[in-house]
């Protein structure tokens, strides 16, 4: 089971490590959310470098070294692809008292609708299926925006 929790971003640093394209979605979420989000890795997928060629995200071209890329961080994002390298990122972070997101904790499919009596914002968890998740989001933000 899982604790759905909303974060506000606005103007908040975070550290994402990694770059490829399974942090990619992680990366939009963050910085479609208001986040100040800075990417640590030493090579980034095409998607990635087209948000840092518009100053969506900061980009550092380099390995993660330890605690100290957390500093001023308010929350971590381990999504390098590297087992090792993700968990230093999390040991790291829980001992900085940091949120962090990765295998244990992570984002909710989202839709934002508007409906009659305002705006509302959808999470939804569906375990290791994020289809299922996007499906159930786009139908309840359906039903949502229907007024039903």
Do not use: F, K, N
Not at 26 to 39: C, K, Q, T, Y
Not at 52 to 75: F, K
Not at 102 to 116: G, K
Request: proline letters at 5%.
């Amino acid at each position: 089971m899982t604790l759905p929790v909303g974060l506000d971003l606005t103007g908040r640093r975070v550290l994402v490590v990694g770059g490829g394209p399974t942090a990619l979605p992680g990366i939009r979420s963050l910085a479609d959310a208001g986040g100040l989000v800075h990417v640590l890795s030493p090579w980034v997928c095409e998607d990635v470098a087209s948000l840092v060629a518009t100053g969506e995200v900061a980009w550092s071209q380099r390995d993660y070294a330890g605690p100290i890329d957390l500093d001023a961080a308010w929350l971590a994002l381990a999504a390098s692809g590297d087992v090792a390298v993700d968990a230093a990122v999390r040991t790291d972070a829980v001992a900085a008292r940091l949120w962090c997101l990765d295998a244990t904790a992570w984002l909710p499919t989202t839709t934002q609708v508007t409906t009659p009596d305002g705006d509302v914002s959808v999470a939804v968890h569906a375990g290791d299926d994020p289809v299922l998740a996007q499906g159930a989001a786009r139908r309840i933000g359906g039903l949502l925006t229907g007024g039903r």
